[in-house]
Structures are given as C-alpha cells and as structure tokens.
C-alpha cells in the first residue's frame, strides 16, 4: 500500500494490474474493540459544520464524485492543507468491497451504512444506466431510515433516479441531465423532472445535473453551513466562478456553436425536452410570443441552422451515441430519437456522419476495449 500526501484526503492509492484504487487513508482511522473509528485530524475538529456521508453506485461517475468532495475538501481547511476542519465526509457501504467507478477507478469505502444521523446530508453518486443501475445491498433500506430521521438527500447524475427507485421524490420537483431525461421519464411518467437547471433544491431533496455543476451544489450547501467565503474560496481553487444559485440554465446541447439570443437559448432548452414531439413547431412560437418565421429568422442568424435542422442534429446526435453505447437494435433507437420511418432515419444518418447506423456500430464494436 503506497501513501501519497496529495490525495490523503481520499485514501491511500493501490494500483493493482494498472487501475487506481482509492482506500481507507489510514491516519484518519484507529481500530478500537474490534470497529473502526475516526481520529481527529487535529484540534479543531469540534468546529466541523457539514457532514456529508457518500453512497456511490457501482459504475458511478468519477466527476460528480470526486467534484462534490473536492469543493468540501477544499472548504474544509484554511489555505490547502486538507484538514477536515470545518467539513467532514464518509464514503459508506461494505468496508474491504471496493466499488468501481464508470471509468473503472475504483473508491473504497470505510464506513458502514448505519446511522444516516450522523450525517447533516447523505449524497448519492449514479452512474451509467445502460445494462441496468444496480446499488449496494442495503442501499434502499439506509436511504429510507435516512428520511424517516430527516437527514437531507442528495442526488447527483443519475443519483436521483436511485432516489426514485427508493420512492423517496414523490412529489418534489426533481433535476436531471438533459441526456438522461428521456430515461427518467420513461420509469416514472408521474414526476416533475426539469432539465432547464443546473440543480434543484425541493426542501430537503436536492437534486443536480452531475457534470462540473455538482461544485455549485456543493458550494450551495457550504454556503449554507461555513459561509459564503468558505463557498468561494473553494470554488476559485476549482478556477470557478463564485457560487450559482439553481436557477442558472443547464447547457444545451449544442451542436454548432453556444446561442447567445435568449429567444433561440430557450428554444432550444424546450426543443431538447421534447425531443420526440411531433406538434411541438406548431405550438413552440406561440409559447415564446413570437410567429414561426421569426423564430427561424433568429435561429439562423445566432446558429446559422433552423429549429427543425436543430432538432435533426440533436436526435442524430442522441441516436449515434446509444448505437455505440448500448446493445439496442437499430430499429429501437431509431423510435427512442424520434423516427418513425427508419429508412429516413437511415439517410439523415449516413448524410451527418458518412457512415450508416450498421456500419458506426460494427466500427464501434470493433474498437471497443475488452473488458
């Protein structure tokens, strides 16, 4: 087990067959009647104001993680030092059973899923949905005791989607990627999901995008327990602006180049959403108080491409990452982006990327890593 001062604030490094792997950072830990507690990092540590305990599914996102922690990390201690002073965390789960992350890294956990109480938050960290989202034995339970104690959750990239599954956003307003939304919508039709904000605080569910936004949620809630100067000390480490409140826009998914007319920003937020709506053109001017020639006109002139080629591209889009990414047939993902007739789903394909669906997929296959 080699240590590394750099990253103590996540655990000792072990690389075996090529993979990093972070452990239990064994100072911060002590073995007394057969458990494992923690020491105190110094003599400050009656001052901690935010405790946070991470529960990670297996093929997590690295970022969303490794974000949210850092910001705390970096909140936590004067200069950048790593002190756990004012912020505390815990990664749960099976202590000894590592979990590994969607880029394969892997975070070893070194507390149990106990006493959500101990925790001001409890953050869960998804990941990868294709082939299905597992989690950790327990995880259910745990997350359900925490809300029947009252203990805040928080969800993160497809974290919210675990939360769901938990039954535990009935009713709230929830925040997800622009990419998984499709996804989100498709197991619980019911629930009010909104991909126009980077994160969403509904009283003691927040949920977020994932991605770098996870810093600005972060920061939301060191804002709320340390300070404002803590919030942006951390975030300019992170070379980020000072804190964001929710209501900042989530990036669209621009093909071409980032809008700058409001009109056409929001345009294509409501585009985005309504991937697969037929009538959506003949209701979307009137909604955004403008006529149909108008909204052309401002597209082309702030992209250079009309709200119907917009749409095209962010469904071909779409289309050819689910042909690289998951094992469904053709024809399905053809429906899945909004095409009912898969021969034009073909043509408009090969005419964006030179290559038919069949072919990028035997391409794909062909440079995929073996596992």
Known sequence: MHKCDELSWLGD???????????????????????????????????RKLRVGFVLAPRFTLTAFAGFVDALRLAADDGDRSGRIRCDWDILGRPGEAIVSSCGATVQPWAEMSDPSAYDYIVVV??????????????FSFLRQAARKGVPLVGLCTGPLILARAGLLDGYDVCASWFHRED?????PAMNVRSD????????????????????LAAH?????????????????????????????QPAASLTRKA???LVCEAMLIIEQNLNDGSLFSRLPRALGVSLRQLERRFVADLDVTPSEYRLRL??????????????SITQIALDCGFNDCSHFSRSFKSQFDRTPSQLRTLAREHATPV
């Open 260 to 262: 700058s007319d409001s």
């Open 184 to 188: 989100f919508l498709e197991e619980f």
């Open 197 to 216: 904000k980077m994160f969403v605080v509904d009283r003691d569910r927040m949920t977020c995008a994932g991605g770098t936004s996870v810093v600005h």
């Open 221 to 249: 809630l060191i804002e709320r327990h340390c300070g404002q100067a803590e919030a942006i000390k951390s975030l300019r480490i992170l070379i980020e602006d000072a804190p964001l409140p929710s209501n900042p826009l």
């Open 13 to 47: 490094i072990t690389c075996p067959a090529g993979v990093a792997s972070f452990g239990i950072n064994r100072n911060m830990l002590m073995r007394q009647d057969g458990r494992t507690k923690r020491t105190s990092p110094d003599a400050k540590s009656s001052a």
């Open 126 to 139: 998804g990941g990868l949905l294709h082939g299905g989202q597992k989690v950790v034995p327990g995880t």
């Open 315 to 328: 469904r071909l889009a779409r289309a050819r990452w689910m042909i690289e990414q998951t094992d469904r």
